[in-house]
C-alpha cells in the first residue's frame, strides 16, 4: 500500500518570496506522483507528475517538483510566489499502472502581500 | 472540450435519506473514479469504473455505492446518510489508464446531511 506525508498543513509566505511545499512518500512498488492544485470552491487541478525520465519535473505556472527516490520525496517548489497561487496543494501517490490516487492531507498556501 | 461535469452542485439531506450523484466525464473518456473530501479525513478514494466495470474500490461501507453506464457516465450513491457523510464528492475521469493516475476532476458535489 501506498501512503502520503505533507509535513506542512499551513505554509505562509510573502508574495515574490520562495516557496517549497514538502511531501514524503511510502510505498514498496514503483510509483507515480502528482502535485495536484484545489482554488476555492473547485476541484482539483493537476499541477505536475513525475511518472519516469527526468527527475526533475516543471509545471506552465513556474512550479517544478522532483523526485528523490533515495529519500521517498516529491517536494514542490516555486522561487518567486503571486497572489494567485493562493491555493490548497495536495501530494498524491499511484501504483504505477494504476488508476487509484492516495493523496497527502493538503498544504494551505497562503500568500500575504 | 467539456471537463468533467458533476450535478447536483450542493445538495442538503437529512440523515436516514439517501442521495444519487451524477458524473459526465470528458469525452472519451472511459475511466471514472470517485473520491470524498472532508476536512477530518481529506481525500479519500471511493470507487474507479472503467467499461461499465468497478476495478476498484476503497474502504466504505456498503452504504455507498455506484454504477457507470455504456456512455461512460457514473453515478454514485449514498443510502441511510449520516451526518459523517457531509462533504464535497468529487469525481474525475481519465483517458489513459497505462498511464496511471492522470485524473480530471470536477468541480465536486457538496452534500450536507443534517
Known amino acids: 500500500a501506498q501512503s502520503v506525508t505533507q509535513l506542512d498543513s499551513q505554509v505562509p509566505v510573502f508574495e515574490e518570496a520562495p516557496v517549497e511545499l514538502r511531501c514524503n512518500y511510502s510505498?514498496?512498488?514503483?510509483?507515480?506522483l502528482f502535485w495536484y492544485v484545489q482554488y476555492p470552491n473547485q476541484g482539483l487541478q493537476l499541477l505536475l507528475k513525475?511518472?519516469?525520465?527526468?527527475?526533475l519535473v516543471e509545471s506552465i505556472n513556474g512550479f517544478e517538483a522532483e523526485f528523490n527516490k533515495s529519500q521517498t520525496s516529491f517536494h514542490l517548489r516555486k522561487p518567486s510566489v503571486h497572489i494567485s497561487d493562493t491555493a490548497e496543494y495536495f501530494c498524491a501517490v499511484s501504483r504505477a499502472g494504476a488508476q487509484k490516487l492516495v493523496f497527502g492531507q493538503g498544504t494551505r498556501l497562503t500568500i500575504n502581500p | 472540450k467539456a471537463g468533467v461535469t458533476q450535478t447536483p452542485r450542493y445538495l442538503i439531506k437529512t440523515r436516514g435519506q439517501q442521495v444519487t450523484l451524477s458524473c459526465s466525464p470528458i469525452s472519451g473518456h472511459r475511466s471514472v473514479s470517485w473520491y470524498q473530501q472532508t476536512p477530518g479525513q481529506g481525500l479519500q478514494f471511493l470507487f474507479e469504473?472503467?467499461?461499465?466495470?468497478?476495478?476498484n474500490k476503497g474502504n466504505f461501507p456498503g452504504r455507498f455505492s455506484g454504477r457507470q453506464f455504456s456512455n461512460s457516465r457514473s453515478e454514485m450513491n449514498v443510502s441511510t446518510l449520516e451526518l459523517g457523510d457531509s462533504a464535497l464528492y468529487l469525481c474525475?475521469?481519465?483517458?489513459?489508464?497505462?498511464?496511471?493516475?492522470?485524473?480530471?476532476f470536477g468541480e465536486g458535489s457538496r452534500l450536507t446531511v443534517l
Open positions: 474525475a475521469s481519465s483517458l489513459d489508464v497505462t498511464k496511471g493516475g492522470e485524473l480530471f
Open positions: 513525475y511518472l519516469s525520465g527526468s527527475t
Open positions: 469504473y472503467f467499461s461499465e466495470t468497478q476495478r
Open positions: 510505498s514498496s512498488v514503483s510509483v507515480y
